[in-house]
């Protein structure tokens, strides 16, 4: 079974301060790992993911990730936000051969000016 | 290329109708998922369908609740005698052939609200 946590349901944080957004994992094969942002009334998009190589991995809009075996963890980092980035913030987990994703609870990012 | 469409994006039902809610995936692709998102939650999946087959309804509930992706046609969730407790957003997510859970793109979800 797979499944996400997401550590923290709100961060507030000040306008070009660092955030880091905590995702833990559990599973017992090997994963694919993403990072999803919902702006208010829309859909899901995606910021980055992780199948395989490198374990820090860059997205859109500034984010990284890097993936943590040892710890099972993907947490997500910025190191200067803004105030666009006020959002909900989603982890997710899948594995081969896996039919859908399951996703964390979300971590909404307040940016404050 | 325009992205998985959805309509319609908000939909209000009284108790006891029917609900039925549309996904167009994005061209090329042969894979539909429909997740569910109650208030203060993450996605629940709910059904993994390709062109005229159920592969996977694992999260759907029993009774009440249907999908359908045909031939020709946008995939159709629909739920009869919708409950208060049916109002959610529901997403629907596509992927292309041979990368199911890799490369899901969403739609902007239906806002379902059950009066």
């Known amino acids: 079974a797979q499944s996400v946590t997401q550590l923290d349901s709100q961060v507030p944080v000040f306008e070009e301060a660092p955030v880091e957004l905590r995702c833990n994992y559990s599973?017992?094969?090997?994963?694919?790992l993403f990072w999803y942002v919902q702006y208010p009334n829309q859909g899901l998009q995606l910021l980055l993911k992780?199948?395989?190589?490198?374990?820090l991995v860059k997205g859109i809009n500034g984010f990284e990730a890097e993936f943590n075996k040892s710890q099972t963890s993907f947490h997500l980092r910025k190191p200067s936000v803004h105030i666009s980035d006020t959002a909900e913030y989603f982890c997710?987990?899948?594995?081969?051969?896996?039919?859908?994703?399951?996703f964390g609870t979300g971590t909404r990012l307040t940016v404050i000016p | 290329n325009a992205g998985v469409m959805q309509n319609p994006r908000h939909l209000v039902r009284r108790r006891g109708q029917e609900a039925r809610l549309r996904c167009s995936p994005m061209?090329?692709?042969?894979?539909v998922y429909w997740y569910r998102q109650l208030p203060e939650e993450g996605l629940k999946f709910m059904v993994y369908?390709?062109?005229?087959?159920?592969?996977?309804e694992s999260g759907m509930p029993k009774e009440r609740f249907s999908a359908e992706f045909p031939k020709e046609g946008p995939s159709i969730l629909r739920i009869q005698q919708v409950v208060r407790g049916d109002s959610a957003a529901y997403f629907c997510?596509?992927?292309?052939?041979?990368?199911?859970?890799?490369?899901?793109?969403f739609g902007q979800g239906t806002r379902l609200t059950v009066v």
């Open positions: 997710a987990v899948t594995s081969t051969g896996a039919n859908n994703l399951f």
């Open positions: 992780y199948l395989s190589g490198s374990t």
């Open positions: 599973s017992s094969v090997s994963v694919y």
């Open positions: 997510a596509s992927s292309p052939l041979g990368r199911p859970n890799t490369e899901a793109f």
């Open positions: 369908l390709q062109k005229e087959n159920i592969i996977d």
């Open positions: 061209k090329g692709h042969s894979h």
